[in-house]
């Protein structure tokens, strides 16, 4: 209840859409508008770059909650999806921690921890398929651990197979196929260095995975029979790169990077889960580790550094800390020695809130004084400074009770996550300046006069998001190419194009705090008339 109620103040439309949401709530604005919901489109083009999930829970929330009769998605019916998944994220994430645990406490600290990582406050506060598809890899995860629970015990698994193949099937729908593979090839490998050996198909039931592909595969099959470039379109997503050699990719050590910032701030925790993964090795401990190794190895063969990719390991890590968390808990207490020791941990994440608070601000510093973007700049950061006060709080509560120091500090946090948005994390600039400038352009147009977009303009999703009237697409070349007399409408392109085009004309508005940098800048232009 306590995170449901910081995450909702987050995202209600005072907070404005950034570049990836507005993908997801036009899309959704546009099924509903059209009431077709096969064909995602943008526009007038088709959008085959994602899957559907998303757009269709975003389109059922709006019928939930937006007024009858209209299409328009707005930011808290585009963002509830992900609001929710994070909020059963934090249920399944319990059931990990138990599976591995098989203790509540192990639960219900494996939930605390997620609850109160930064990742998690991220995704959930966005419209983007992030934490969906986190949700779905995590149910998939917890069918297939349940799976190998109930092996061990001599019972039927076929339940937890159904759960985690159903979860498969909706993740190709989400996102796409990969993570569930990893984290199937996970158990898989996990399950072979087992001694005993379970029965692998009888323990995973794999051929469900085939009934569960049924219904994803004829839907891609039906937009590839529909797209002639649909197959080589999604073929190019996944292999999207950056041109670096595939072998080099995980030399970066990008996403291990990546996933442990992910976990902020619990970083000394997961430090020491490491180790006692290493030291303690068992069955289970071991396959929640093989899950997260092969996920790791895999996705830095990436050739694009998406922060985002790893979410979907998120959960697992929370379990497995939480293991360590509990079996300190337990050791400590047997010598009756366990507050100087949580002492020692809670003064070290409090030191490294410190040195990351010092740092996020001089990132901060730096940004501003820069010409380009601030590349220094981490929400991550951000939220450490908020959060390093309260560490103080654990400590002092440390002397009387350590659950009493460990529910302080996951409260605390939680209460920081819920202000974050308000002091600047999250918020998109070019967002709340895209929404100001069509409010702008269209109270300052003459009465039955035709908005043009110019169709080499970046980012024309958001002036079909934020207008309130119709918009027109049409490249400023064909207009420059046309001989046909009268006068000149009106478009939003950028000072880039105006230029290089050699136009004459007026610019009536221009966007505000980015003009910086022509490539971004939008104006609203009327060139000059025509004889």
């Given at each position: 209840?306590?995170?449901?109620?910081?995450?909702?103040?987050g995202?209600?439309?005072?907070?404005?859409?950034?570049?990836?949401?507005?993908?997801?709530?036009?899309?959704?604005?546009?099924?509903?508008?059209?009431?077709?919901?096969?064909?995602?489109?943008?526009?007038?083009?088709p959008?085959l770059?994602?899957?559907?999930l998303?757009?269709?829970?975003?389109?059922?929330?709006?019928?939930?909650?937006?007024?009858?009769?209209?299409?328009?998605?707005?930011?808290?019916?585009?963002?509830?999806?992900?609001?929710?998944?994070?909020?059963?994220?934090?249920?399944?994430?319990?059931?990990?921690?138990?599976?591995?645990?098989?203790?509540?406490?192990?639960?219900?600290?494996?939930?605390?921890?997620?609850?109160s990582?930064?990742?998690?406050?991220?995704?959930?506060?966005?419209?983007?398929?992030?934490m969906?598809?986190?949700?779905?890899?995590?149910?998939?995860?917890?069918?297939?651990?349940?799976a190998?629970?109930?092996?061990?015990?001599?019972r039927?698994?076929?339940?937890?197979?159904?759960?985690?193949?159903?979860?498969?099937?909706?993740?190709?729908?989400?996102?796409?196929?990969?993570?569930p593979?990893?984290?199937?090839?996970?158990?898989v490998?996990?399950?072979?260095?087992?001694?005993?050996?379970?029965?692998?198909l009888?323990?995973?039931?794999?051929?469900?995975?085939?009934v569960?592909?049924?219904?994803?595969?004829?839907?891609?099959?039906?937009?590839?029979?529909?797209f002639?470039?649909?197959?080589?379109l999604?073929l190019?997503?996944?292999?999207?790169?950056?041109?670096?050699?595939?072998?080099?990719?995980p030399?970066?050590?990008?996403?291990?990077?990546?996933?442990v910032?992910?976990?902020?701030?619990?970083l000394?925790?997961?430090?020491k889960?490491?180790?006692?993964?290493?030291?303690r090795?068992?069955?289970?401990?071991?396959?929640?580790?093989?899950?997260?190794?092969?996920?790791?190895?895999?996705?830095?063969?990436?050739?694009?550094?998406?922060?985002h990719?790893?979410?979907?390991?998120?959960p697992?890590?929370?379990?497995?800390?939480?293991?360590?968390?509990?079996?300190?808990?337990?050791?400590?207490?047997?010598?009756?020695?366990?507050?100087r020791?949580?002492?020692?941990?809670?003064?070290?994440?409090?030191?490294l809130?410190g040195?990351?608070s010092?740092?996020?601000?001089?990132?901060?510093?730096?940004?501003?004084?820069?010409?380009?973007?601030?590349?220094?700049?981490s929400?991550?950061?951000?939220?450490?400074?908020?959060?390093?006060?309260?560490?103080?709080?654990?400590?002092?509560?440390?002397?009387r009770?350590?659950?009493?120091?460990?529910?302080?500090?996951?409260?605390?946090?939680?209460?920081?996550?819920?202000?974050?948005?308000?002091?600047?994390?999250?918020?998109?600039?070019?967002?709340?300046t895209?929404?100001?400038?069509?409010?702008?352009?269209?109270?300052?147009?003459?009465?039955?006069?035709?908005?043009?977009?110019?169709?080499?303009?970046?980012?024309?999703?958001?002036d079909?998001?934020?207008?309130?009237?119709?918009?027109?697409?049409?490249?400023?070349?064909?207009?420059?190419?046309?001989?046909?007399?009268?006068?000149?409408?009106?478009?939003?392109?950028?000072?880039?194009?105006?230029?290089?085009?050699?136009?004459?004309?007026?610019?009536?508005?221009?966007?505000?705090?980015?003009?910086?940098?022509?490539?971004?800048?939008?104006?609203l232009?009327?060139?000059?008339?025509?004889?």
């Amino acid at each position: 209840m306590l995170t449901a109620g910081v995450l909702l103040p987050g995202n209600t439309d005072s907070r404005a859409l950034n570049g990836h949401e507005i993908l997801v709530a036009e899309t959704a604005s546009e099924m509903l508008g059209r009431n077709e919901f096969l064909i995602p489109r943008l526009g007038d083009k088709p959008r085959l770059e994602k899957p559907p999930l998303n757009y269709w829970l975003a389109a059922a929330a709006h019928r939930l909650m937006g007024e009858p009769g209209t299409s328009h998605v707005n930011a808290i019916e585009a963002r509830l999806p992900s609001l929710i998944s994070g909020l059963l994220l934090i249920v399944v994430t319990y059931g990990l921690g138990l599976q591995l645990t098989r203790d509540p406490r192990g639960g219900l600290i494996a939930a605390a921890l997620i609850a109160s990582s930064w990742s998690f406050h991220t995704f959930s506060r966005s419209a983007r398929p992030e934490m969906t598809y986190a949700l779905l890899c995590a149910l998939m995860a917890f069918g297939l651990v349940w799976a190998v629970r109930r092996a061990e015990d001599g019972r039927s698994t076929i339940a937890a197979a159904v759960l985690a193949w159903g979860a498969f099937g909706l993740a190709l729908m989400a996102k796409g196929p990969q993570f569930p593979l990893f984290v199937f090839l996970g158990v898989v490998l996990a399950l072979l260095m087992r001694k005993p050996r379970l029965a692998l198909l009888k323990t995973l039931h794999p051929w469900m995975a085939l009934v569960a592909m049924g219904l994803p595969l004829a839907y891609y099959g039906y937009l590839a029979l529909q797209f002639d470039n649909a197959l080589s379109l999604w073929l190019g997503e996944m292999e999207q790169g950056d041109h670096v050699p595939i072998w080099y990719r995980p030399l970066r050590l990008y996403y291990p990077l990546i996933l442990v910032a992910s976990l902020a701030p619990w970083l000394i925790v997961f430090g020491k889960t490491t180790v006692d993964v290493w030291k303690r090795r068992g069955p289970t401990v071991l396959l929640f580790a093989s899950c997260v190794l092969v996920g790791l190895l895999l996705v830095s063969f990436s050739g694009k550094l998406r922060p985002h990719y790893i979410l979907p390991l998120v959960p697992l890590c929370a379990a497995l800390m939480a293991w360590t968390l509990l079996g300190a808990l337990d050791s400590v207490r047997a010598v009756n020695a366990w507050p100087r020791r949580f002492k020692l941990l809670a003064w070290s994440q409090l030191a490294l809130a410190g040195v990351m608070s010092v740092a996020v601000f001089v990132a901060q510093a730096y940004s501003m004084s820069a010409s380009g973007p601030g590349i220094l700049q981490s929400d991550a950061l951000a939220w450490l400074v908020m959060a390093g006060a309260s560490y103080a709080l654990a400590i002092v509560m440390v002397k009387r009770n350590l659950a009493s120091a460990f529910a302080a500090l996951v409260g605390a946090l939680l209460l920081v996550s819920g202000a974050y948005p308000w002091t600047g994390g999250w918020q998109s600039e070019f967002g709340y300046t895209a929404r100001e400038f069509i409010l702008d352009v269209e109270a300052q147009l003459p009465e039955n006069r035709v908005l043009y977009l110019d169709s080499g303009k970046h980012r024309l999703h958001y002036d079909y998001y934020y207008s309130k009237g119709d918009l027109v697409v049409r490249s400023l070349e064909s207009w420059q190419r046309s001989k046909k007399p009268g006068p000149a409408p009106y478009f939003i392109t950028t000072p880039q194009r105006i230029k290089s085009l050699d136009l004459e004309g007026k610019i009536l508005v221009k966007q505000k705090s980015l003009e910086s940098d022509d490539d971004e800048t939008r104006v609203l232009f009327q060139p000059a008339p025509r004889t």
